[in-house]
């Protein structure tokens, strides 16, 4: 039945296929770095490769502005996937640092950057600054923030970093359901709001499954106006465990009067039903918070500031044709005071830096590409895009903004996008603030001027030194755990808030990794001082 | 020989048809999430029913040269066709070498094999070898390595072990050759586990996204797992790669776009499991042999 | 004239058995050059990659590679064991495991034998189908479909429960129903392509047996257990010893997609512990402790496997080695 020759026909027919498929397969193989270097005489293109995440990777080939970056640079770029997710493609940073896999211009976190920039698999490029970039010499040297996320105590430079404009969450609400409840005035304090809950609650709550607030990730927002927020004092003390000022759920200052005072109030929405129960356990996903926030079985949020314009675009009006969504300012502390709250994620961010391996001869091209994007022409067509396409300059030094947002940010993958996107990666450059604010859609630009510049503020950056880091990353990811389980016990009321109840808390939280976690964030911020 | 159908039959039946149901239902929701509208999903109308049903997240995913549905679709049966069938000869074969009483060193290899499977080496270590042996965005990543399951190859000597001596004893008596008895007598004979493994390595090769995560990055080279994984599935802080988008005066959201996805990797296997089917479920008769 | 023919037909008969042997030797060769893919395979792509068990003693950085990196000895071990939390993780990474081979091993072969049953070759053939499709679905997308099955505020299941005047149970952060859900997502993913296992045994038996058994007066109970159950023991054995291999290795994305903080008491394994610690944070990535988890898990399920190994010997012919 298989007869011998049938099976040597078989064989000889799968080693051609398999033979053709690898000549196939190895001929398009990543390049490698030590290819034909390009010429630095003025009229001869720069050329280098560049490895960053798949996502960006396809999202930067629609932007309109990327075929004017290498043009009006005199670039030449090869995009190189280097991985589909966040996780493998760092990963496969690691995997392919030894073997010369990584090209010209790669993206690496700020860990990978100090271990293997210290053990050579990188290029110091602070002598090539020095020599083809004299625009990113001078931001360096003019913002010691940047200067010290960059250099290392030694003076090398193993790698530059990608910004990220200011934002905060923005707190939004139905504004129907509000005039529907009776409610004529946002409320300005947490004392304000809780009243605003529980006359939401009477109103709506016969709805099952209703609760006035929702989200999703981390419940616990609000920090700043309690004081309970991780921070860094004027004298230089650091308060809590310093997450940038983030607050997704890592920072906080256990220790601060006010983190009690805080859990004390979510225990009060969560007996009253006035905060999603599914919330606070954690078992929220993104898909369940939406369908509650399109439904109304909720009301307000505190979130991305984007997220209003996604409820309006993605069935809130057609599932209730009052739907419209308005956004309150901040709360005011508990003393009364007007406070700012912190930034969505770090300004200068830790895993964006884009180095050059040792075994790249294009590093010259490199530096000189990201010179143009820190010099004036480049830095206009990054944060305004092309001229007379994106905007168009007025005579009073404004823009005029000739896309609309919305439109782009919709456009089906291997379109041409017109919109600007400062905070998505393409390369590190100095973000404009105000150039961010007004590119987006009309919705959230009515709000996102005013609100940020009234109310956000950046945390300082603090550099750990490797070591630091894996102590610090070890102790933490057992810190959370308790943490966020401690919390959660006197959120749901399992755990009662009493003096001897607390005093516990403090005491398992200390030794949980608070008190060295705290040590190691305290010493590297005096470190970066000296 | 007929029975009468008692008691045991209807409730054995009614049972076995609502575990088909249970399994049955995802898929059907699958099927209707991608059909609908996204807004009608958002508003968790649709269960096994579409709501405004439209085929436009298919034609989306089909149509844009960008996603490389097509080509990964090409892929997928490509890796899928070739490297099973060249892990079912390479598997077979050596289960039925290793389950030959007279082969000698059966022990010891197959203790290395167990304990290979017992111990495995992680990422970095693989990553190294195959690095070295030139696999990496090579397509062969997906034929070579995997050519032996553990799991698979100790079933496969399981079923060979079941099959009686006296066969191969008659066929030596006739002078046959151990490759003879291997092709011509033992390879028909174990249909039903050879189907068996067929479908074993098929679905965990079209089901691969991790290998190809790690070792193909040329998107020419991508299955379609993958494509399905990197647009759809996996999410960061930024949202997945293809979040709600207007096509024609449509707004096709990401749970649409993410089902028809899944439904489209879903069914080529759908499609092709029947034809294997067949050869574990007909019966056959293995007492040929006169004791 | 009888002792020529009786002397040639001895020479004949000696002749014979050389000529046997050295058939035998070649025999050997053919069967050696059958098995050269099959070791190429294990030589390459599983005994090769073993070095790699020496990052768990290192201080492993993939830039300097496993001659480079620095040797630390037990110190990986000795920082995941003094973690008073590794008692718990491998309380749950094994009770886990536990509940899962308790559940998912025989629902296969019961619903294998049951199937069998069925008369109605359309509704076998149909069910059979059915029943493997929920392997295709991938995790992510199973686990999603089963939180919004269990959602306190859309669910079916919390809405039938309303009906019935139930509060809604918040499956998802409760400790308690981790384990069943794990449980039962993992059988329903698997039991259908388990079962194709022995439904492939099954129809390898001798139908002659059956007959036998009929003739005997054996009833349709009877059969199933005097004449279907033992014919696939070695099967069934063999695939227990095998699953005995992986039992510590719970599926880490099933887990991870299932567990929060609200249930970390029950749901955090050793696994994911490994993942949050090695990399899941913005820290240089831990391998070499990862390396020592995987090392210490290796040998724990290597133990477990050889044990069972033993002990089927006594039961039945079918050992693995």
């Given at each position: 039945m298989f007869g011998k020759k049938k099976i040597k026909a078989a064989a000889l027919v799968l080693s051609l296929t398999m033979v053709a498929s690898a000549m196939a397969g190895c001929s398009s193989s990543t390049p490698s770095s030590s290819g034909s270097t390009s010429g630095s005489a003025d009229g001869a293109k720069l050329s280098f490769t560049y490895n960053l995440e798949g996502k960006y990777l396809n999202w930067m080939k629609d932007l309109a502005i990327w075929p004017e970056m290498q043009k009006q640079s005199n670039t030449d770029i090869t995009l190189v996937n280097g991985g589909d997710d966040d996780d493998h493609y760092y990963q496969n940073i690691d995997?392919?640092?030894?073997?010369?896999?990584?090209?010209?211009?790669?993206?690496?976190?700020?860990?990978?950057?100090?271990?293997?920039?210290?053990?050579?698999?990188?290029?110091?490029?602070?002598?090539?600054?020095?020599?083809?970039?004299?625009?990113?010499?001078?931001?360096?040297?003019?913002?010691?923030?940047?200067?010290?996320?960059?250099?290392?105590?030694?003076?090398?430079?193993?790698?530059?970093?990608?910004?990220?404009?200011?934002?905060?969450?923005?707190?939004?609400?139905?504004?129907?359901m509000f005039k529907a409840a009776g409610i004529t005035s946002n409320p300005t304090t947490i004392a304000d709001f809780t009243k605003t809950l529980e006359t939401l609650k009477t109103k709506f709550g016969s709805t099952q499954g209703y609760y006035p607030f929702t989200g999703r990730d981390s419940y616990l927002h609000f920090a700043e106006c309690f004081g309970a927020d991780d921070y860094i004092d004027d004298s230089g003390k650091v308060h809590g465990i310093y997450d940038y000022g983030i607050g997704n759920g890592t920072g906080y200052d256990v220790h601060a009067a006010g983190f009690k005072d805080m859990l004390t109030w979510y225990n009060q929405l969560y007996t009253k039903g006035l905060i999603d129960p599914e919330w606070v356990a954690g078992t929220q996903t993104e898909e369940t918070w939406q369908t509650k926030m399109l439904t109304g079985k909720g009301t307000v949020g505190d979130d991305f500031p984007t997220r209003p314009t996604w409820f309006m675009n993605n069935g809130g009006p057609s599932n209730d044709k009052n739907y419209s969504i308005k956004v309150m300012n901040f709360f005011k502390d508990t003393k009364g005071n007007d406070i700012k709250r912190w930034n969505y994620d770090a300004t200068i961010r830790t895993d964006r830096y884009l180095v050059i391996p040792a075994a790249s001869k294009n590093a010259e091209a490199v530096l000189k590409f990201e010179d143009f994007l820190f010099s004036d022409k480049g830095l206009q067509l990054m944060h305004y895009g092309i001229e007379g396409t994106t905007t168009e300059k007025q005579s009073d030094g404004t823009y005029k903004w000739l896309k609309d947002f919305g439109a782009e940010a919709v456009k089906p993958l291997g379109t041409t996008n017109y919109g600007m996107y400062q905070d998505r990666l393409t390369f590190p450059f100095p973000v404009d603030n105000a150039a961010y604010y007004d590119s987006l859609d009309t919705l959230t630009k009515s709000y996102a001027s005013d609100y940020f510049t009234k109310y956000a503020k950046a945390a300082k950056p603090i550099v750990y030194s490797a070591d630091q880091q894996k102590q610090r990353s070890q102790l933490l990811a057992k810190y959370q755990t308790e943490f966020t389980a401690e919390v959660l016990g006197f959120v749901n009321g399992k755990t009662a808030i009493n003096d001897a109840n607390w005093a516990k808390f403090l005491a398992d939280m200390d030794s949980d990794g608070y008190t060295a976690i705290h040590k190691i964030d305290q010493d590297a911020y005096d470190a970066m001082q000296k | 020989m007929k029975k009468k159908s008692t008691a045991f039959d209807y409730v054995n039946t009614i049972l076995l048809i609502l575990l088909a149901l249970v399994c049955i239902y995802p898929f059907l929701n699958i099927l209707c999430v991608s059909l609908s509208d996204g807004k009608a999903v958002m508003a968790g109308k649709v269960y096994i029913w579409p709501a405004d049903a439209n085929i436009y997240a298919y034609k989306y995913i089909l149509s844009s040269p960008r996603l490389g549905v097509l080509q990964a679709l090409w892929n997928s049966v490509w890796y899928t066709g070739v490297g099973t069938v060249v892990a079912v000869f390479v598997t077979f074969m050596s289960a039925y070498v290793l389950s030959r009483k007279r082969f000698k060193a059966s022990k010891v290899i197959m203790t290395l094999f167990l304990i290979t499977y017992v111990f495995e080496a992680g990422l970095i270590p693989n990553y190294i070898i195959n690095r070295s042996l030139g696999l990496v965005n090579n397509p062969l990543i997906m034929i070579l390595p995997p050519a032996i399951n553990t799991f698979y190859l100790i079933i496969s000597k399981s079923f060979l072990n079941e099959i009686p001596e006296s066969i191969e004893e008659a066929a030596f008596i006739d002078g046959a050759n151990d490759f003879q008895i291997f092709s011509k007598i033992f390879f028909p004979i174990s249909k039903p586990s050879i189907a068996t493994i067929a479908l074993f390595y098929a679905v965990t090769r079209w089901n691969d996204f991790l290998n190809p995560l790690i070792y193909l990055q040329n998107d020419a080279l991508k299955p379609l797992q993958l494509i399905l994984y990197s647009f759809c599935i996996s999410t960061d802080r930024t949202g997945s790669m293809l979040e709600n988008v207007m096509v024609n005066g449509v707004m096709i959201m990401h749970s649409n776009i993410a089902d028809a996805m899944i439904f489209l990797t879903i069914i080529p296997i759908v499609i092709a499991y029947p034809f294997a089917q067949k050869y574990f479920t007909k019966g056959i008769l293995v007492g040929s042999v006169k004791e | 004239m009888i002792n020529q023919a009786a002397v040639t037909t001895s020479q004949r008969k000696k002749k014979g058995l050389l000529q046997r042997a050295a058939q035998n030797l070649k025999d050997s060769k053919l069967l050696w050059i059958m098995l050269i893919p099959g070791l190429l395979v294990l030589v390459l792509f599983k005994i090769a990659p073993i070095f790699g068990i020496a990052i768990a003693f290192q201080n492993y950085s993939p830039f300097l590679g496993v001659f480079k990196s620095e040797w630390v000895g037990f110190k990986n071990f000795q920082t995941f064991l003094s973690d008073p939390y590794a008692l718990t993780l491998i309380k749950n990474t094994v009770l886990l495991a536990f509940w899962t081979l308790i559940f998912s091993f025989p629902i296969p072969v019961v619903f294998a034998l049951f199937l069998n049953e069925v008369k109605s070759k359309v509704i076998k053939t149909g069910v059979q189908t059915v029943s493997f499709f929920p392997y295709f679905i991938s995790t992510a997308v199973a686990v999603s479909i089963l939180i919004s099955f269990v959602s306190p505020s859309e669910g079916l299941i919390n809405i039938l429960l309303l009906h019935m005047g139930i509060k809604p149970i918040f499956f998802m952060s409760t400790p308690g129903w981790f384990i069943p859900l794990y449980v039962i997502l993992s059988v329903w993913q698997t039991f259908g392509y388990n079962a194709i296992v022995y439904l492939a045994a099954i129809t390898g038996i001798d139908t002659t047996l059956y007959e036998a058994a009929d003739m005997d007066g054996a009833g349709r109970w009877k059969q199933m257990f005097y004449v279907t159950l033992p014919s696939i023991k070695n099967m069934i054995v063999t695939m227990f010893i095998l699953n005995m291999g992986s039992i510590l290795s719970v599926d880490i994305n099933k887990v991870l997609m299932m567990y929060n903080p609200s249930i970390y008491s029950t749901a955090d394994v050793l696994q994911t512990y490994v993942y949050r610690m090695a990399f899941a944070t913005n820290g240089f990535p831990d391998y070499s402790l990862g390396a020592a988890v995987g090392l210490f898990q290796s040998v724990f399920a290597f133990i477990l496997v050889f044990a069972t190994n033993q002990v089927s010997k006594k039961f039945s012919e079918s050992a693995i080695f």
């Amino acid at each position: 039945m298989f007869g011998k020759k049938k099976i040597k026909a078989a064989a000889l027919v799968l080693s051609l296929t398999m033979v053709a498929s690898a000549m196939a397969g190895c001929s398009s193989s990543t390049p490698s770095s030590s290819g034909s270097t390009s010429g630095s005489a003025d009229g001869a293109k720069l050329s280098f490769t560049y490895n960053l995440e798949g996502k960006y990777l396809n999202w930067m080939k629609d932007l309109a502005i990327w075929p004017e970056m290498q043009k009006q640079s005199n670039t030449d770029i090869t995009l190189v996937n280097g991985g589909d997710d966040d996780d493998h493609y760092y990963q496969n940073i690691d995997l392919k640092v030894s073997s010369g896999g990584l090209g010209d211009a790669a993206i690496a976190r700020l860990s990978q950057v100090q271990v293997y920039g210290a053990q050579g698999a990188f290029q110091d490029l602070a002598p090539l600054i020095d020599k083809y970039a004299p625009n990113i010499k001078k931001y360096i040297d003019s913002n010691p923030e940047y200067k010290s996320m960059v250099t290392d105590k030694d003076g090398h430079i193993y790698g530059i970093t990608a910004e990220y404009p200011l934002i905060t969450n923005v707190t939004f609400y139905r504004e129907d359901m509000f005039k529907a409840a009776g409610i004529t005035s946002n409320p300005t304090t947490i004392a304000d709001f809780t009243k605003t809950l529980e006359t939401l609650k009477t109103k709506f709550g016969s709805t099952q499954g209703y609760y006035p607030f929702t989200g999703r990730d981390s419940y616990l927002h609000f920090a700043e106006c309690f004081g309970a927020d991780d921070y860094i004092d004027d004298s230089g003390k650091v308060h809590g465990i310093y997450d940038y000022g983030i607050g997704n759920g890592t920072g906080y200052d256990v220790h601060a009067a006010g983190f009690k005072d805080m859990l004390t109030w979510y225990n009060q929405l969560y007996t009253k039903g006035l905060i999603d129960p599914e919330w606070v356990a954690g078992t929220q996903t993104e898909e369940t918070w939406q369908t509650k926030m399109l439904t109304g079985k909720g009301t307000v949020g505190d979130d991305f500031p984007t997220r209003p314009t996604w409820f309006m675009n993605n069935g809130g009006p057609s599932n209730d044709k009052n739907y419209s969504i308005k956004v309150m300012n901040f709360f005011k502390d508990t003393k009364g005071n007007d406070i700012k709250r912190w930034n969505y994620d770090a300004t200068i961010r830790t895993d964006r830096y884009l180095v050059i391996p040792a075994a790249s001869k294009n590093a010259e091209a490199v530096l000189k590409f990201e010179d143009f994007l820190f010099s004036d022409k480049g830095l206009q067509l990054m944060h305004y895009g092309i001229e007379g396409t994106t905007t168009e300059k007025q005579s009073d030094g404004t823009y005029k903004w000739l896309k609309d947002f919305g439109a782009e940010a919709v456009k089906p993958l291997g379109t041409t996008n017109y919109g600007m996107y400062q905070d998505r990666l393409t390369f590190p450059f100095p973000v404009d603030n105000a150039a961010y604010y007004d590119s987006l859609d009309t919705l959230t630009k009515s709000y996102a001027s005013d609100y940020f510049t009234k109310y956000a503020k950046a945390a300082k950056p603090i550099v750990y030194s490797a070591d630091q880091q894996k102590q610090r990353s070890q102790l933490l990811a057992k810190y959370q755990t308790e943490f966020t389980a401690e919390v959660l016990g006197f959120v749901n009321g399992k755990t009662a808030i009493n003096d001897a109840n607390w005093a516990k808390f403090l005491a398992d939280m200390d030794s949980d990794g608070y008190t060295a976690i705290h040590k190691i964030d305290q010493d590297a911020y005096d470190a970066m001082q000296k | 020989m007929k029975k009468k159908s008692t008691a045991f039959d209807y409730v054995n039946t009614i049972l076995l048809i609502l575990l088909a149901l249970v399994c049955i239902y995802p898929f059907l929701n699958i099927l209707c999430v991608s059909l609908s509208d996204g807004k009608a999903v958002m508003a968790g109308k649709v269960y096994i029913w579409p709501a405004d049903a439209n085929i436009y997240a298919y034609k989306y995913i089909l149509s844009s040269p960008r996603l490389g549905v097509l080509q990964a679709l090409w892929n997928s049966v490509w890796y899928t066709g070739v490297g099973t069938v060249v892990a079912v000869f390479v598997t077979f074969m050596s289960a039925y070498v290793l389950s030959r009483k007279r082969f000698k060193a059966s022990k010891v290899i197959m203790t290395l094999f167990l304990i290979t499977y017992v111990f495995e080496a992680g990422l970095i270590p693989n990553y190294i070898i195959n690095r070295s042996l030139g696999l990496v965005n090579n397509p062969l990543i997906m034929i070579l390595p995997p050519a032996i399951n553990t799991f698979y190859l100790i079933i496969s000597k399981s079923f060979l072990n079941e099959i009686p001596e006296s066969i191969e004893e008659a066929a030596f008596i006739d002078g046959a050759n151990d490759f003879q008895i291997f092709s011509k007598i033992f390879f028909p004979i174990s249909k039903p586990s050879i189907a068996t493994i067929a479908l074993f390595y098929a679905v965990t090769r079209w089901n691969d996204f991790l290998n190809p995560l790690i070792y193909l990055q040329n998107d020419a080279l991508k299955p379609l797992q993958l494509i399905l994984y990197s647009f759809c599935i996996s999410t960061d802080r930024t949202g997945s790669m293809l979040e709600n988008v207007m096509v024609n005066g449509v707004m096709i959201m990401h749970s649409n776009i993410a089902d028809a996805m899944i439904f489209l990797t879903i069914i080529p296997i759908v499609i092709a499991y029947p034809f294997a089917q067949k050869y574990f479920t007909k019966g056959i008769l293995v007492g040929s042999v006169k004791e | 004239m009888i002792n020529q023919a009786a002397v040639t037909t001895s020479q004949r008969k000696k002749k014979g058995l050389l000529q046997r042997a050295a058939q035998n030797l070649k025999d050997s060769k053919l069967l050696w050059i059958m098995l050269i893919p099959g070791l190429l395979v294990l030589v390459l792509f599983k005994i090769a990659p073993i070095f790699g068990i020496a990052i768990a003693f290192q201080n492993y950085s993939p830039f300097l590679g496993v001659f480079k990196s620095e040797w630390v000895g037990f110190k990986n071990f000795q920082t995941f064991l003094s973690d008073p939390y590794a008692l718990t993780l491998i309380k749950n990474t094994v009770l886990l495991a536990f509940w899962t081979l308790i559940f998912s091993f025989p629902i296969p072969v019961v619903f294998a034998l049951f199937l069998n049953e069925v008369k109605s070759k359309v509704i076998k053939t149909g069910v059979q189908t059915v029943s493997f499709f929920p392997y295709f679905i991938s995790t992510a997308v199973a686990v999603s479909i089963l939180i919004s099955f269990v959602s306190p505020s859309e669910g079916l299941i919390n809405i039938l429960l309303l009906h019935m005047g139930i509060k809604p149970i918040f499956f998802m952060s409760t400790p308690g129903w981790f384990i069943p859900l794990y449980v039962i997502l993992s059988v329903w993913q698997t039991f259908g392509y388990n079962a194709i296992v022995y439904l492939a045994a099954i129809t390898g038996i001798d139908t002659t047996l059956y007959e036998a058994a009929d003739m005997d007066g054996a009833g349709r109970w009877k059969q199933m257990f005097y004449v279907t159950l033992p014919s696939i023991k070695n099967m069934i054995v063999t695939m227990f010893i095998l699953n005995m291999g992986s039992i510590l290795s719970v599926d880490i994305n099933k887990v991870l997609m299932m567990y929060n903080p609200s249930i970390y008491s029950t749901a955090d394994v050793l696994q994911t512990y490994v993942y949050r610690m090695a990399f899941a944070t913005n820290g240089f990535p831990d391998y070499s402790l990862g390396a020592a988890v995987g090392l210490f898990q290796s040998v724990f399920a290597f133990i477990l496997v050889f044990a069972t190994n033993q002990v089927s010997k006594k039961f039945s012919e079918s050992a693995i080695f």
